[in-house]
């Protein structure tokens, strides 16, 4: 990634850090991706992407500001990207999944606040994230308490916006929500100079309904039983998914899902028939929080279905195109993102019953990100409707240090085991 450090510097990067940084990163995707065998051949795109992913894109990106668009950060798929889009904006996921920011993050907020918050905020405050620099608004939700305070650390010094997320999901939470649309949509109008037609808001409703339904094509093919992709390539897609422009996503998409389709025909899996069908549900897994994933892969285990936020989750709903109401389309299908900061969460359940059914799930492992109470209270429930499905489950609960690999490894062996 030598060729971009002039961008790194000019963007204000702390370069002696970012390249212990970069020191890391070849070896866990050399671990984690490009040791797995009979991989398909579209996964050469993903390959690139995350070997370079602090130089592509970021230098897309900055090509694009010189045009005179302006970058959106956001850290939750409750934040609507069509409204962006539909004002020219950029949209750049900024969850950060490496355990590299989390001593940064320790050092202003509670040791015991989540990795993916402290990950967030080290990367911001130690300028080891283009992605944080480049972005010209960062766009935060009131979801869990942890994230809604680090917004006011991280909006320090670059403007922030805020949107209020409904605690509940009832008719009145979905006019409040259409509200919150609509102020949103002004702001970003004020922000990019850009008017938000309704032909506009259209078109990119369409563009990002594509690429859902591309990521879904791919998350499809894993229903098989020739499974012709593994879960942590998947999991890559998904979370490269956050940063790329929506066209490309889907294109990219649509080609490796006709590959994966063209497997399963020919009969080609990554797997050895009668490995156990792992679905994982729980917090999100920013990029490149591979850990269980690779542990479950590597334990006689395959993840054929991430229920995540970096996952399916959000990946399943499109937004009404036929709709007359568009903000009220928008709303309801944004209010729809089963998350545990909402009460109650039944939509979860919902989709994991589904879910379990739709991909003939052997079992079910929740992995929890230390300190995510809200998710931490749902297993109770999830345990229970498991339970109830008569399907296998176990609970986790990590960070993203490498510490615990060894004990996950065997109870995740012991757990697929007795499938
Ligand atoms: S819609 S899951 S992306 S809020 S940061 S809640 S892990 S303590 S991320 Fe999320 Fe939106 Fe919901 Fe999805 Fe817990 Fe950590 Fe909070 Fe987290």
């Known amino acids: ?23 890391v990163l070849p070896t866990a995707v050399g671990d984690v991706f490009l040791t797995q065998e009979n991989r398909p051949k579209g996964m050469d795109f993903w390959d690139l992407v995350i070997s370079e992913v602090h130089g592509i894109r970021p230098k897309e990106l900055i090509e694009e500001q010189k045009k005179g668009r302006k970058v959106f950060g956001t850290f939750c798929v409750y934040v609507p990207d069509e409204v962006i889009l539909a004002a020219n904006g950029i949209v750049t996921g900024l969850c950060g999944g490496s355990q590299f920011w ?21 990367a911001r405050l130690g300028r080891t994230c283009p992605f944080f620099r480049i972005a010209d608004m960062y766009v935060g939700e009131t979801t869990c308490d942890g994230k809604k305070k680090a917004y006011e650390i991280l909006g320090e010094d670059v403007p922030m916006y805020i949107m209020d997320v409904p605690q509940m999901k009832r008719e009145k939470d979905i006019l ?71 066209v490309r996503c889907a294109q990219m998409c649509n080609k490796l899902a006709d590959e994966l389709e063209q497997r399963i025909a020919g009969g080609v899996s990554v797997v050895p028939a009668g490995t156990k069908r792992i679905l994982v549900t729980g917090t999100p897994l920013a ?44 709303a309801a299908r944004y209010l729809e993102i089963g998350c545990a900061v909402l009460s109650p969460n039944r939509r979860r359940r919902e989709h994991l019953k589904r879910l379990i059914e739709e991909f003939h799930v052997d079992g079910v492992v929740e992995v929890d ?14 345990q229970a409707l498991l339970r109830e499905l008569g399907v296998p489950y176990m609970a986790l609960e990590t960070d993203y240090a490498q510490g615990d690999c060894g004990q996950l490894s065997t109870r995740l062996g012991a757990f697929i085991e007795r499938l």
């Open 369 to 382: 990100l230390q300190s995510c109470t809200t998710y931490g209270v749902e297993t109770y429930e999830i």
């Open 1 to 23: 990634m030598s060729d971009y450090v002039s961008m790194w510097k000019d963007l204000g990067m702390d370069l002696e850090r970012h390249d212990l940084l970069c020191q």
């Open 287 to 330: 990029v490149p929080n591979w850990k269980l994933h690779n542990i479950i892969e590597t334990s006689g285990g395959a993840v054929v279905c991430f229920e995540n936020c970096s996952g399916i989750k959000a990946a399943c709903q499109m937004v009404d195109e036929q709709a007359e109401d568009i903000l009220s389309a928008i």
């Open 102 to 122: 989390v001593p940064g993050g320790e050092a202003v907020l509670p040791k015991s606040t989540c990795p993916l918050i402290k990950a967030s905020v080290g």
């Open 176 to 246: 409040k929500w259409k509200d919150e649309i609509a102020a949103f949509a002004r702001k970003v109008e004020e922000f990019t100079g850009n008017a938000i037609t309704v032909e506009k808001l259209n078109e990119a409703i369409r563009i990002v309904n594509e690429k859902r339904k591309a990521l879904a094509r791919v998350y499809n093919c894993r229903k098989a039983a020739c499974l012709p992709i593994s879960g942590r390539d998947a999991l890559l897609m998904m979370q490269i998914s956050f940063f790329d422009d929506p």
